[in-house]
């Protein structure tokens, strides 16, 4: 599980297959679901959403920047995903 977990917050900007992140972790979604309750999709959104949390309150970067380093298509994307996941309200103007 840990091995999974690294994979996903080294490349949260990265598009991930779940055949990436199970290679070589034994049963990863029931291990990774057992341990934090979300699936492997919830919990990696969850760290981009944790990450571009801190990059919008802690530099100067552009929402665009932001979604960009943290993996989302475009800033639409993480303005619309932004607040159904716990990071407050929407980005949108």
Known sequence: MRAGIAVM???????LTLTEL??????FIRVLRDATGQTPHRFLT????ERAQRLLTETDLTIGQVAQRCGFAN???????????GGGTSLRP
Do not use: M, N
């Not at 969850?46 to 959403?49: A, V, Y």
């Open 22 to 27: 199970a290679a070589g972790v034994h049963h």
């Open 9 to 15: 917050r080294d490349r949260l900007a990265d598009p």
């Open 75 to 85: 800033p639409g994307s993480l303005s619309t995903t932004f607040p159904a996941h």
């Open 46 to 49: 969850r760290l981009r959403i």
